[in-house]
């Protein structure tokens, strides 16, 4: 329509005829997604997923029972992804191998440290792999950093409304429509139902020890049942919309892409990064030298002066801790903002790095003898056997980083990844508690170490101690407990009366060694 046309509608004598509206366009709908049958019945899975996640790994972090809830999801996951046509690779079923394996640890250990890393392990291990079959498991281990935030946050909540889309989809058909009305009328009568039993329990003695007994719940726990349904729902939908954005969504980590925003922050002239790191490097020399005589104490047995065993120990820690924290950020820096031509690290840079490296080694090797020392002589205990595992660990990180100078086609989260997961698995399956609490025993038995610390048993060891101790007769357990009223029968027996008496501690491996030799 043209200035002109405007100018003749004030004008009376015009006869000129309006042009017409434009037609609107009309808004084309949404198109409907149609779900398989798999993915429906992986809907209602995943509700029940999150419940059973919130009722046996935040409420009741059991034995067998959390054990077959990880692996009903894990199972859940894998048809799930198979259904998509998905052909997994070697890399993908070793993922696949380490859930299954580390869902055993709730029933191998009733240590509940290792309990909880593990289900974070867990949780961060099908992250992983549900990204990897978006992408690829190795683009995802190579980006690691980059990938984190996408299996923990982004797929979770990309797609949280497909799972309650998938189950109203269901109700096409008759049988699905009755299981949904059905699963519906339960969720709205669950609140009152537990507010009533829970009164009647509290008038009733009889009524709650048939409550209790029929559903395994005490009955002033039955109102924390709904906020754990109400929670349970928002984590199955997460749960479901990590599997759906890994099988329907378009590829959410591009290698491509993650080298172009590794290339961008190569800014730093490599010049200023030596400037930057040569006065760092010094003060690690002038340092180990004037400490040296310190730092050698660790591998001769003997102690710098004016120093106990315990602060000997304590003190070499925590220097490994900040020395070896600035250092991974220091080699981060080189590794990040180093200007470089292609995959062609400068040298200079290598031997920067090289150098860092060897300087937390020597750092790592001397703490860990010097703990070594300090466990001969005071025994272990927890903090001491997770400390020394961290080193360890550590240990070999940066032996990995020395390899990555020489080939800087190394993927680094891949070997991270692999390291990680054996030297994790050696600590959660060697039931740590157990073998500290022997190790104890049978060195103050034998002489060489000056008493038994029993208090620390009752204070913080789990019954993986317990099952360690019910493998001694009853003369060394009189020479072990020595000061207690109880006999060591009575004192066994008092643990299994314990245990027997919650029926989620019965549920693990050790329980069932303490109830088998305690008679």
């Known amino acids: 329509m043209n200035e002109n046309h405007y100018q003749n509608l004030y004008d009376p004598n015009y006869q000129g005829v309006l042009d017409a509206p434009p037609e609107a366009v009309p808004v084309q709908p949404k198109p409907e997604v149609h779900y398989s049958r798999t993915e429906k019945i ?23 029972f959390t054990t077959l809830f990880f692996w ?39 240590n509940q440290t290792m309990k909880l890393l593990s289900t974070l392990f867990l949780i961060l291990d099908s992250g992983i792999f ?17 990938a984190l935030p996408l299996s923990t946050l982004a797929m979770p909540l990309g797609e949280f409304g497909k799972c ?11 049988a699905w429509k009755n299981a949904g009305y059905i699963l519906g009328g339960l969720l709205i009568a669950l609140p009152l139902t537990c507010i009533v039993a829970s009164l009647l329990c509290q008038a009733d003695e009889n009524m709650s020890s048939l409550l209790g007994n029929f559903l395994k719940i005490p009955p002033e726990d039955l109102l924390i049942l709904v906020p ?5 729902v928002l984590i199955g939908c997460g749960i479901f919309s990590a599997m759906y954005s890994a099988t329907h969504r378009t590829i959410l980590l591009d290698s491509g892409t993650c080298e172009k925003k590794t290339e961008g922050m190569r800014f730093i002239p490599n010049m200023m990064l030596y400037a930057a790191v040569t006065p760092v490097c010094v003060l690690y020399v002038l340092y180990f030298i004037s400490q040296m005589q310190y730092f050698i104490g660790g591998f001769t047995g003997t102690l710098a002066e004016g120093f106990t065993y315990a602060e000997y120990a304590r003190k070499g820690f925590f220097e490994l801790c900040w020395v070896c924290v600035i250092n991974l950020a220091v080699i981060a820096a080189i590794g990040l ?3 470089m031509t292609g995959s062609v690290k400068p040298l200079m840079l290598k031997i920067y790095s090289i150098f860092l490296c060897f300087c937390s080694l020597f750092l790592a090797g001397t703490a860990i003898a010097k703990m070594f020392l300090y466990i001969r002589y005071y025994g272990m205990t927890q903090m001491r056997i997770y400390t020394t595992w961290f080193m360890f660990l550590l240990v070999m990180g940066f032996f990995t980083l020395i390899v990555k100078q020489f080939r800087y086609s190394l993927n680094i989260g891949k ?36 008493e038994f610390d029993d208090d620390v048993i009752y204070r913080s060891m789990s019954a993986d101690a317990w099952a360690g101790l019910s493998f001694y007769d009853e003369e060394e357990m009189q020479k072990l407990f020595p000061d207690y009223a109880m006999s060591p029968e009575e004192i066994m027996q008092d643990e299994k009366n314990s245990m027997q008496s919650d029926f989620y501690q019965m549920l693990n491996l050790s329980a069932w060694e303490i109830m088998y030799n305690v008679k």
């Open 42 to 64: 992986c809907a209602f899975l995943a509700m029940l997923a999150g419940f059973l996640f919130i009722r046996f790994t935040l409420y009741h972090v059991t034995g067998l």
């Open 72 to 110: 009903m999801l894990i199972t859940v996951e894998v048809i799930f992804v198979k259904n998509s046509g998905k052909s997994f690779t070697k890399s993908e079923k070793f993922v696949i191998f380490t859930m299954y394996l580390f869902s055993c640890a709730y029933f191998i250990t009733a």
């Open 130 to 146: 549900l990204l990897g079959v978006s992408s690829s498991l190795d683009t995802v281990l190579r980006f690691l950093p980059e």
């Open 164 to 174: 309650f889309d998938a189950v109203k989809q269901s109700r096409g058909n008759a």
């Open 228 to 232: 754990q349904v109400l929670f349970g």
């Open 337 to 339: 903002f180093a200007r």
């Open 415 to 450: 070997i991270a990844y692999i390291v990680f997961t054996v030297m994790f698995g050696i600590l959660v399956f060697s039931r740590p508690d157990e073998w500290i609490t022997r190790y104890n025993a049978n060195q103050y038995l034998a002489g060489n170490l000056q």
